[in-house]
């Protein structure tokens, strides 16, 4: 079964940098594109990025020039680095499975990224 | 960008009743609509995609309703399990795929 895993959220202070993961198995994944998708606290979902198949990648407005979003198909792992990171970064950030260009299938358990000094 | 908007905000519902969420884009996406459901603690999950599809494993009393800009979700008989907050999402028109605020279904 398809399995979503994220890993690499924490506590990091205003300015700094952090690279999260996400685990995919259960299905081919370098056929598939992947999300990332990020709740704030007690908010609701926005989507943050798109890396595509065929690697081609697009970025919500409110992270583009500070996240990047990359894929690993040898190890199976999708990976978003976050820069300048500001205390409106503060999310749970979940990864997530593209089904055929347009809703999201299968969504990972989440990690939590605190930005805070 | 298009921009989705869930009403109400808040829908308090007893067991075994019917709910009705609405859902509205602000420009036409046909039936490029998905709803997902979120339970406290939990991750979104699938429902309902193509505004009418029910997802594998989406029990019958979910159904999905609408096109263009006006969408519905409804539950028929609503159980326990279903007390959550659900998003509806376009897909009609992206990048970016936007989701509504959300509509929080709680006991009455």
């Known amino acids: 079964q398809v399995h979503l895993v994220e890993s690499g959220g924490g506590v990091v202070q205003p300015g700094r940098s952090l690279t999260l993961s996400c685990a995919a198995s259960?299905?081919?994944?370098?056929?598939?594109?992947m999300h990332w998708v990020r709740q704030a606290p007690g908010k609701g979902l926005e989507w943050v990025a798109v890396i595509k198949y065929d690697e081609n990648i697009y970025y919500a407005d409110s992270v583009e020039g500070r996240f990047t979003v990359s894929r690993d198909n040898s190890k199976n792992t999708l990976y978003l680095h976050l820069n300048s990171l500001t205390p409106d970064d503060t999310a749970i950030y979940y990864c997530?499975?593209?089904?055929?260009?347009?809703?999201?299938?299968?969504w990972g358990q989440g990690t939590l990224v605190t930005v805070s000094s | 960008e298009i921009v989705m908007t869930q009403s109400p905000a808040t829908l308090s519902v007893s067991p075994g009743e019917r709910a009705t969420l609405s859902c509205r884009a602000s420009h036409g996406i046909n039936i490029n609509l998905a709803w997902y459901q979120q339970r406290p603690r939990q991750s979104p999950r699938l429902l309902i995609y193509?505004?009418?599809t029910r997802a594998t494993g989406t029990p019958a009393r979910f159904s999905g309703s609408g096109s263009g800009t006006e969408f519905t979700l409804t539950i028929s008989s609503l159980q326990s399990e279903d007390f959550a907050v659900y998003y509806c999402q376009q897909y009609g028109n992206r990048p970016p795929w936007t989701f509504g605020q959300g509509t929080k279904v709680e006991i009455k």
């Open positions: 193509g505004a009418s």
């Open positions: 997530a499975r593209d089904q055929s260009d347009a809703y999201f299938d299968y």
């Open positions: 259960g299905f081919t994944f370098n056929t598939f594109d």
